[in-house]
C-alpha cells in the first residue's frame, strides 16, 4: 500500500513571506511519480508539476520550486514571495505501476495582504 | 481543447432516491477514474477503469457503481445515495500507458445528500 502524508493542514502567511509545504510518502515501489495540484477557492484542480522517482534534480519554475529527497521521501514544494492568488489547498500525490494515484490529505495556505 | 466534464456541478437529493453523474472526456484516454474529497481526508479513489468494459474498485467503493461502455464516458452511480456521500466528487482521466502523464481532472459535482 503506498501513502502520502501531508502533515500541515493549514498554514497562514503574509504576502511576501517564504512559505514552504510538506509531502512525506511511502511506497514500496522502485518507480513512481510525484505530482502537486493546486485547488483554489473555485475547486477545480490545477496540475502543478511532476517528478519520477529517478530524477532528484530540483525544479524552479518563477516562485514555484519543489525539493524531492529520495533518502527522506520527501517532495516538498515552497513558494517564494507568497501573494494573495497563491492561497489555495495544495495537494500532493503519488502515482505507481499499479495505477493508483494516491493523494494527501491537502494543505490549506492562506495568504493575508 | 482537451477537457474531463462533469454533470451536475451542484445536486442537492434526498436518501434514497437514485442518482447519476456524467463525466465525459475528449482526449481518447484508456484511464478514467473517480474520487471524492472530503476535509483532511484529500481525495480517495472510488473506482477507476483500464479501458471499455474494465472497471475496478479504489479505496472507497461501497454505494457506487461505475460502468464504461464507451471510452469517453464513466458515470458515476448511486444506487441509494446516504447522507455519509455528501463530498465534492472530481472524475479524472489519463493516458493509461503512461505513467509520467498527468491526470486531467473535471470541475467537480458538489453532492449534498439529505
Known amino acids: 500500500a503506498q501513502k502520502v502524508t501531508q502533515a500541515q493542514t493549514e498554514i497562514s502567511v503574509v504576502e511576501k513571506e517564504d512559505v514552504t509545504l510538506d509531502c512525506v510518502y511511502e511506497?514500496?515501489?522502485?518507480?513512481?511519480?510525484l505530482f502537486w495540484y493546486k485547488q483554489p477557492p473555485s475547486g477545480e484542480l490545477v496540475f502543478l508539476i511532476r517528478?519520477?522517482?529517478?530524477?532528484?534534480q530540483n525544479e524552479i519554475s518563477g516562485r514555484y520550486s519543489w525539493n524531492f529527497q529520495k533518502s527522506t521521501s520527501s517532495f516538498n514544494f515552497t513558494i517564494t514571495a507568497s501573494q494573495v492568488v497563491d492561497s489555495a489547498v495544495y495537494f500532493c500525490?503519488?502515482?505507481?505501476?499499479?495505477?493508483?494515484?494516491?493523494f494527501g490529505g491537502g494543505t490549506r495556505l492562506m495568504v493575508k495582504p | 481543447e482537451a477537457q474531463v466534464t462533469q454533470n451536475p456541478r451542484y445536486l442537492i437529493t434526498v436518501t434514497g432516491k437514485k442518482l447519476t453523474v456524467t463525466c465525459s472526456q475528449n482526449?481518447?484516454?484508456?484511464?478514467m477514474s473517480w474520487y471524492r474529497q472530503d476535509p483532511g481526508l484529500g481525495l480517495r479513489q472510488i473506482y477507476y477503469?483500464?479501458?471499455?468494459?474494465?472497471?475496478d474498485k479504489g479505496d472507497v467503493p461501497e454505494g457506487y457503481k461505475v460502468s464504461r461502455k464507451e471510452k469517453r464516458n464513466f458515470p458515476l452511480i448511486l444506487e441509494s445515495p446516504s447522507p455519509n456521500q455528501t463530498s465534492l466528487y472530481f472524475c479524472?482521466?489519463?493516458?493509461?500507458?503512461?505513467?509520467?502523464?498527468?491526470?486531467?481532472f473535471g470541475q467537480g459535482t458538489r453532492l449534498t445528500v439529505v
Open positions: 479524472a482521466s489519463r493516458e493509461r500507458t503512461a505513467m509520467n502523464t498527468e491526470a486531467f
Open positions: 511506497t514500496r515501489d522502485t518507480t513512481y511519480y
Open positions: 517528478r519520477n522517482s529517478f530524477d532528484e
Open positions: 500525490a503519488l502515482y505507481n505501476a499499479g495505477n493508483m494515484l494516491t
Open positions: 482526449m481518447n484516454h484508456e484511464y
Open positions: 477503469s483500464m479501458n471499455v468494459e474494465v472497471t
